[in-house]
């Protein structure tokens, strides 16, 4: 308890928000607490939580980055492939078209679920959010494809 206000200073030093610092404290405390049996007897515990905090910040601003990066690249529209009259997948193709006009967050879900069998749970647990949310984006996926294919049946008639 002592060490909370170092390592809240610290955090907002680091993070430069008032909330995120206390994510990351929050976060610090949860960690040292669950690997109490890494902290060496006779070192700083001080110096061992701050550098939990300081990797928690480091790998949270690495995921960001890497997550910003990947959902804008993920968020862009393939190129148009050209497509052989012999190939027989128009409907994938199609299909493929409707999923890229989607947001890559429902994108995202719908696949996990839809394409790769994964459960709700398991896709929770890799877009780190909760369960509920999964669901929600899978059910707005659903819907949207649904409409994008009835507005597509309009269009072809």
């Known amino acids: ?34 690997r109490m049996t890494q902290f ?4 700083s ?19 960001g980055k890497k997550e910003k990066e990947v ?8 190129s148009q492939r050209v497509s052989s009259s012999a190939d ?3 409907e994938v193709q199609e299909l493929e078209a409707l999923l890229w006009q989607l947001t890559p967050l429902l994108r995202e879900a719908l696949v ?15 877009c ?4 509920g949310t999964i669901k929600a984006r899978v059910s707005r996926a ?5 409409k994008l294919t009835q507005k597509q049946g309009r269009k072809g008639d």
């Open 88 to 90: 027989g997948r128009q």
């Open 112 to 126: 996990l679920i839809g394409a790769h069998g994964m459960t709700y749970v398991e896709a929770a647990e890799i």
């Open 45 to 63: 515990l001080k110096a061992w939580c701050f550098t939990i905090l300081r990797n928690i910040f480091l790998e949270q601003r690495r995921r």
């Open 142 to 146: 659903r819907t949207m494809l649904h």
């Open 40 to 43: 060496e007897p006779g070192t």
């Open 128 to 131: 780190e959010v909760d369960v």
């Open 1 to 34: 308890m002592a060490l909370l206000p170092s390592l809240r200073g610290f955090a907002r030093f680091l993070a430069r928000d008032p909330s995120m610092a206390d994510d990351l404290v929050q976060e610090t405390v949860l960690r040292a607490l669950d």
């Open 71 to 78: 959902l804008e690249h993920y968020g862009q529209q393939p």
